[in-house]
């Protein structure tokens, strides 16, 4: 069962950049795409974008140049760096996998974790 | 990009019910349509995939449906577990956004 969790600082200063990693277990990292989702509390789910074990990415236009998404095979680790954050950016975190049906649902999700943009 | 809106926002409804749960892309998605629940403090779990394909494990009071524009959720027979939010998720173009959700409450 693949088993996905993130990890990284939980509050971050505006104008600094988060990082986030997640830790896959119970798989490898090939072959399907790895996805980053976020919920500000409250609210719905927005799609910040996804990763390719070859490295190739699609991000959401409404990070514009913000985003960068990374990912070490050697290590089964995803990485999301998200720049000049702002109190909008506060969210609990998922790192998740798409399903290999062919259909790119999101099928296995980390538990979250929630970071305080903050002073 | 291809917006999402799901109708309603939110229901109430008791155990026992049928509810349907309606999504609509501004653009056709194909059957690129997908479904989650989300219970508070949980992650989303995937319910219904390429519109009308259940994931492993799903019970059968779920079910899904429609084509390029519009798309339903429908839960027969609601039972307790079931009330949650739900989400809408189109994969058809980047971004794959998602509906704004449907708050399912008890009546």
């Known amino acids: 069962q693949v088993q996905l969790q993130e990890s990284g600082p939980r509050l971050v200063r505006p104008s600094e950049t988060l990082s986030l990693t997640c830790t896959v277990s119970?798989?490898?990292?090939?072959?399907?795409?790895w996805t980053w989702i976020r919920q500000p509390a409250g609210k719905g789910l927005e799609w910040l974008g996804r990763?390719?074990?070859?490295?190739?990415?699609n991000y959401n236009p409404f990070l514009k140049s913000r985003v960068t998404m990374s990912i070490d095979t050697s290590k089964n680790q995803l990485s999301l760096n998200l720049k000049s954050v702002t109190a909008a950016d506060t969210a609990v975190y998922y790192c998740?996998?798409?399903?290999?049906?062919?259909?790119?649902?999101?099928?296995?999700w980390g538990h979250g974790t929630l970071v305080t943009v903050s002073s | 990009d291809i917006q999402m809106t799901q109708s309603p926002s939110s229901l109430s409804a008791s155990v026992g019910d049928t509810v349907t749960i309606t999504c609509r892309s501004s653009?056709?998605?194909?059957?690129?349509l997908h479904w989650y629940q989300q219970k508070p403090g949980e992650a989303p779990k995937l319910l219904i995939y390429?519109?009308?394909t259940s994931q492993r494990g799903v019970p059968s009071r779920f079910s899904g449906s429609g084509s390029a524009t519009e798309f339903t959720l429908t839960i027969s027979s609601l039972q307790p577990e079931d009330f949650a939010t739900y989400y809408c998720?189109?994969?058809?173009?980047?971004?794959?956004?998602f509906g704004q959700g449907t708050k399912v409450a008890i009546k």
């Open positions: 998740a996998r798409e399903s290999n049906t062919g259909w790119h649902a999101v099928e296995y």
């Open positions: 119970g798989g490898s990292l090939s072959n399907i795409y």
């Open positions: 990763i390719y074990p070859s490295g190739s990415t």
């Open positions: 653009q056709a998605v194909s059957n690129y």
């Open positions: 390429g519109t009308s």
């Open positions: 998720q189109q994969s058809f173009t980047i971004p794959q956004n």
